[in-house]
Protein backbone atom coordinates (compact mmCIF):
# COMPACT_ATOMS: atom_id res chain seq x y z
CA UNK A 1 0.00 0.00 0.00
CA UNK A 2 1.30 3.42 -1.10
CA UNK A 3 -0.29 6.38 -0.25
CA UNK A 4 1.26 9.87 -1.58
CA UNK A 5 -0.35 13.40 -0.58
CA UNK A 6 0.54 16.65 -2.21
CA UNK A 7 -1.42 20.04 -2.82
CA UNK A 8 0.18 21.77 0.16
CA UNK A 9 1.75 25.38 0.55
CA UNK A 10 1.61 28.57 2.06
CA UNK A 11 -1.86 30.57 1.84
CA UNK A 12 -3.09 33.58 3.11
CA UNK A 13 -6.08 33.13 5.67
CA UNK A 14 -9.44 33.11 3.97
CA UNK A 15 -7.79 31.65 0.93
CA UNK A 16 -8.74 27.72 -0.43
CA UNK A 17 -6.24 24.79 -1.37
CA UNK A 18 -6.75 21.01 -2.57
CA UNK A 19 -5.04 18.16 -1.32
CA UNK A 20 -4.73 15.24 -3.09
CA UNK A 21 -3.72 11.51 -2.21
CA UNK A 22 -2.42 8.73 -4.51
CA UNK A 23 -2.99 5.43 -3.43
CA UNK A 24 -1.75 2.59 -5.00
CA UNK A 25 -1.19 -1.15 -3.76
CA UNK A 26 -5.26 -1.76 -2.80
CA UNK A 27 -8.40 -1.98 -4.26
CA UNK A 28 -9.35 1.68 -3.43
CA UNK A 29 -13.10 1.78 -3.76
CA UNK A 30 -13.20 -0.74 -0.53
CA UNK A 31 -11.75 1.33 2.10
CA UNK A 32 -12.72 4.31 3.76
CA UNK A 33 -10.51 6.80 3.25
CA UNK A 34 -9.80 9.78 6.33
CA UNK A 35 -7.55 13.03 6.11
CA UNK A 36 -5.49 14.11 9.58
CA UNK A 37 -3.39 16.64 10.67
CA UNK A 38 -0.49 17.12 12.86
CA UNK A 39 0.16 20.86 13.83
CA UNK A 40 3.84 21.37 15.96
CA UNK A 41 3.43 20.41 19.36
CA UNK A 42 0.06 18.76 19.00
CA UNK A 43 -1.40 14.92 18.49
CA UNK A 44 -2.34 14.19 15.30
CA UNK A 45 -6.33 14.47 15.17
CA UNK A 46 -9.03 13.38 12.90
CA UNK A 47 -10.33 16.27 9.94
CA UNK A 48 -12.12 13.99 7.78
CA UNK A 49 -13.34 10.53 6.78
CA UNK A 50 -14.83 9.15 3.30
CA UNK A 51 -16.59 5.66 3.49
CA UNK A 52 -15.92 3.30 0.90
CA UNK A 53 -17.26 3.21 -2.24
CA UNK A 54 -18.60 -0.44 -2.11
CA UNK A 55 -21.82 0.13 -2.30
CA UNK A 56 -23.14 -0.56 0.98
CA UNK A 57 -25.57 1.41 3.08
CA UNK A 58 -22.71 3.65 3.81
CA UNK A 59 -21.17 4.32 0.59
CA UNK A 60 -19.01 7.49 0.09
CA UNK A 61 -21.04 9.12 4.08
CA UNK A 62 -18.71 11.33 5.11
CA UNK A 63 -17.80 12.76 8.51
CA UNK A 64 -15.98 16.26 9.96
CA UNK A 65 -14.07 17.25 13.06
CA UNK A 66 -15.99 20.33 14.15
CA UNK A 67 -13.05 22.45 13.60
CA UNK A 68 -13.76 22.14 9.57
CA UNK A 69 -17.22 21.79 9.33
CA UNK A 70 -18.33 23.52 6.61
CA UNK A 71 -15.06 24.84 5.03
CA UNK A 72 -13.90 21.17 4.44
CA UNK A 73 -14.84 18.55 2.10
CA UNK A 74 -13.33 15.48 1.11
CA UNK A 75 -14.17 13.27 -1.90
CA UNK A 76 -12.79 10.66 -4.13
CA UNK A 77 -12.41 9.68 -7.55
CA UNK A 78 -12.14 5.59 -7.73
CA UNK A 79 -11.52 5.82 -11.43
CA UNK A 80 -8.13 7.83 -10.39
CA UNK A 81 -7.83 5.73 -6.79
CA UNK A 82 -7.32 9.48 -5.60
CA UNK A 83 -8.88 11.44 -2.27
CA UNK A 84 -9.09 14.92 -1.99
CA UNK A 85 -9.42 17.65 0.60
CA UNK A 86 -11.09 20.83 -0.33
CA UNK A 87 -9.91 23.52 2.23
CA UNK A 88 -12.10 26.47 2.00
CA UNK A 89 -11.87 30.09 4.00
CA UNK A 90 -8.50 28.31 5.78
CA UNK A 91 -7.53 30.07 8.85
CA UNK A 92 -4.07 29.95 11.65
CA UNK A 93 -4.76 27.37 13.29
CA UNK A 94 -5.48 24.73 9.98
CA UNK A 95 -1.71 25.18 9.70
CA UNK A 96 -0.30 21.58 10.00
CA UNK A 97 1.29 18.58 8.03
CA UNK A 98 -2.10 16.23 6.46
CA UNK A 99 -1.62 12.87 5.87
CA UNK A 100 -4.30 10.52 3.98
CA UNK A 101 -4.80 7.48 5.95
CA UNK A 102 -6.20 3.78 5.25
CA UNK A 103 -6.71 0.65 7.54
CA UNK A 104 -6.71 -2.66 6.09
CA UNK A 105 -6.94 -5.54 7.72
CA UNK A 106 -6.42 -3.22 11.09
CA UNK A 107 -3.07 -1.63 9.94
CA UNK A 108 -3.04 1.81 9.63
CA UNK A 109 -1.12 2.72 6.20
CA UNK A 110 -0.02 6.83 6.02
CA UNK A 111 1.29 9.40 3.29
CA UNK A 112 4.00 11.05 4.31
CA UNK A 113 2.57 14.13 4.78
CA UNK A 114 1.68 17.41 2.80
CA UNK A 115 2.70 20.87 4.45
CA UNK A 116 -0.09 23.37 5.12
CA UNK A 117 0.79 26.82 6.24
CA UNK A 118 -1.87 29.75 6.71
CA UNK A 119 -0.25 32.97 7.47
CA UNK A 120 -0.20 36.39 6.30
Known amino acids: VHLVESGGGLVQPGGSLRLSCATSGLYFRNYAMSWYRQAPGKERELVATMASADGSGMTNMTQYADSVKGRFSISRDNAKNTVYLQMNSLKPEDTAVYYC?????????WGQGTQVTVSS
Open 101 to 109: NIVRGGIPY
